[in-house]
């Protein structure tokens, strides 16, 4: 996506190219955002947190002030980012004291127009990424902005792009659709993981062994369709297997769940895939 910086965003990446942050939670989030800012040249001027060791933590290990109350939030930050827990978004702005600072927050699923109220400059910065604190950020992490005003993106723009290769607009549904899918690709597939590895325990096994595969399916995830890459019994049309499979599952009924449902699922598309075959011999 193209844009065009206006005057004043360009005159600040000219002449200050340090944005003054102040950063409103000192969670996963938050505690990466920091990092990464303070690596691009940023300056986080204070934290807040409702559990002030962690806001201590934090504001120590970047060399910030600490506020014991939103009320002290003083004037001067060229942003202030809400990190904070979705359902807190709105309670933790109204607590914040009236200027006109942009008031973005980092959540995938919440509108912006939830920080209208409380500043005539609001916005999104979300981190499309699962963030921890206490590990290392190892890729690009991909950032989808949006902001009331032309000149709020840029802002944005130029912070998120500072920090990562790969910044793009998106507006309240489409995040919120991106968010969904990540569900899926993230939290669900690692709850997979969790289920596969209880199952190991249970029966004597060694998750381990199951792990180059992980990292495998994962690295094959390039930009192809992930149909390309998908295997298994239930892909190839071997009923049988699958049926032995929830034979060994049937004193499981969760796990025989999960798996039935997917397996039709998988079987349904190669069945599908085989009456294209039938039509057209040559694909």
């Known amino acids: 996506m193209e844009v065009h910086l206006s005057c004043k965003v360009i005159v600040l990446m000219q002449t200050n190219p340090k944005l003054k942050i ?12 920091c990092k990464e800012f303070l690596k691009a040249g940023h300056c986080i001027t204070t934290v807040w947190s409702r559990t002030s060791v962690h806001s201590e933590i934090l504001a120590k290990a970047c060399g910030a002030k600490v506020l014991s109350s939103l009320h002290q939030l003083q004037a001067g930050n060229d942003l ?6 979705d359902d807190a978004i709105a309670e933790t702005a109204e ?41 290392p950020v190892y890729t690009s992490i991909p950032f989808l902005i949006d902001a009331n005003t032309n000149q709020s993106f840029q802002l944005l723009q130029y912070l998120a792009g500072s920090i990562s290769s790969r910044v793009v607009q998106a507006n309240d549904q489409q995040r919120l659709q991106l968010h969904l899918s990540a569900v899926f690709v993230s939290n669900f ?8 590895a209880e ?29 390309t890459w998908q295997t298994g019994p239930a892909a190839r ?11 060994i599952l049937k004193d499981d009924p969760f796990m025989e769940q999960v798996y039935r449902l997917m397996s039709t699922d998988l079987l349904a598309r190669n069945s ?6 039938t039509h057209n011999p040559d694909s």
Not at 111 to 122: D, E, I, Q
Not at 200 to 227: H, T, W, Y
């Open 22 to 33: 102040a950063l409103i939670g000192a969670g996963n989030t938050a505690t990466v955002l």
């Open 199 to 227: 199952w190991c325990q249970k029966n004597g096994l060694s998750f381990d062994m199951l792990i180059p595969l992980i990292q495998e399916v994962a690295l094959r995830q390039n930009g192809a369709a992930p149909a």
């Open 272 to 277: 599908k895939k085989d009456d294209l075959r």
């Open 80 to 85: 202030v980012i809400l990190a904070v827990p």
């Open 189 to 196: 597939s690692n709850h997979l993981y969790q289920l596969a």
């Open 237 to 247: 049309g071997d009923r049988e297997t699958v049926e032995r499979h929830l034979q």
């Open 95 to 135: 607590a914040l004291p009236g200027y006109q600072s942009l008031l973005v927050h980092t959540a995938g699923s919440v509108s912006r127009n939830v920080l209208a109220p409380y500043s005539n400059s609001y916005g999104v910065l979300y981190p499309l990424q699962s963030l921890r604190k206490e590990l």
